[in-house]
């Protein structure tokens, strides 16, 4: 199994533009999340998803979209990139909603 | 979710067992003890869990106290390749108030040296 694979696994944008963050799991798992970890601060978790179809807000919504439309896919949008989103971003996968997550390599984002 | 306490930092020796302590006196019986860790520019890493036995995997073995209230993550023989950042991380399983959010507190620093 390939685990969680997130790409690109870096990326400049400019103020204002937008992209995708793709997030993708082998393992079948039902939760998917996306994190962000800025410098020498801890995880904070954007949006989650308990299986495909359904999303919810976690602590910093704003700015992002997710959708689920299946089991292994969970990309992240940026619709309008900000400096303040500069950021490493964390996909996760976990067959239940406990505490056994697995994680992506990540994506580091700039934004200028 | 219950709070944790960690040393900041740690060495270890090369080869050598390291053990690393974690309070969680204010730990509730729905809670289970979790170790993640996270080595530079990479995603955490899932290590270990436990609600009151001990446990071991290929990874490490987790030592829980009797009353829960502190526990221990073992890596056997550490490598260089074990530095990182150790989370211990207290959640609920089930119940009203259970969050799928991961919280990482500061974790402790661990370097082995050769």
């Known amino acids: 199994n390939a685990g969680v694979t997130q790409t690109p696994k870096f990326q400049v944008l400019k103020t204002g533009q937008s992209m995708t963050l793709q997030c993708a799991q082998d393992m079948n798992h039902e939760y998917m999340s996306w994190y962000r970890q800025d410098p020498g601060m801890g995880l904070r978790l954007i949006h989650y998803s308990v299986g495909a179809g359904i999303t919810d807000q976690g602590e910093v919504p704003n700015g992002y979209n997710v959708s689920r439309s299946t089991t292994e896919d969970f990309p992240l949008r940026l619709l309008s990139a900000a400096p303040s989103q500069t950021s490493v971003y964390f996909c996760?996968?976990?067959?239940?909603?406990?505490?056994?997550?697995?994680f992506g390599p990540g994506t580091r984002l700039l934004v200028l | 979710d219950a709070k944790t306490t960690q040393p900041t930092s740690m060495d270890c020796a090369e080869g050598r067992a390291a053990n690393l302590p974690c309070n969680h006196s204010t730990i509730s019986g729905n809670e289970y003890v979790y170790w993640y860790r996270q080595i530079h520019s990479q995603g955490p890493q899932y290590i270990i869990h436990?609600?009151?036995n001990n446990e071991t995997n290929e990874m490490a073995s987790l030592i829980i106290t009797e009353d829960r209230k502190s526990s221990t993550l073992i890596l056997p023989h550490a490598t260089l390749r074990d530095t990182a950042v150790y989370y211990c991380?207290?959640?609920?399983?089930?119940?009203?108030?259970?969050?799928?959010?991961?919280?990482f507190g500061a974790g402790t620093t661990v370097t082995v040296r050769a």
């Open positions: 436990g609600l009151k």
């Open positions: 996760a996968s976990s067959s239940e909603g406990g505490g056994t997550q697995y």
């Open positions: 991380i207290v959640r609920v399983a089930w119940g009203p108030s259970w969050d799928y959010k991961l919280s």
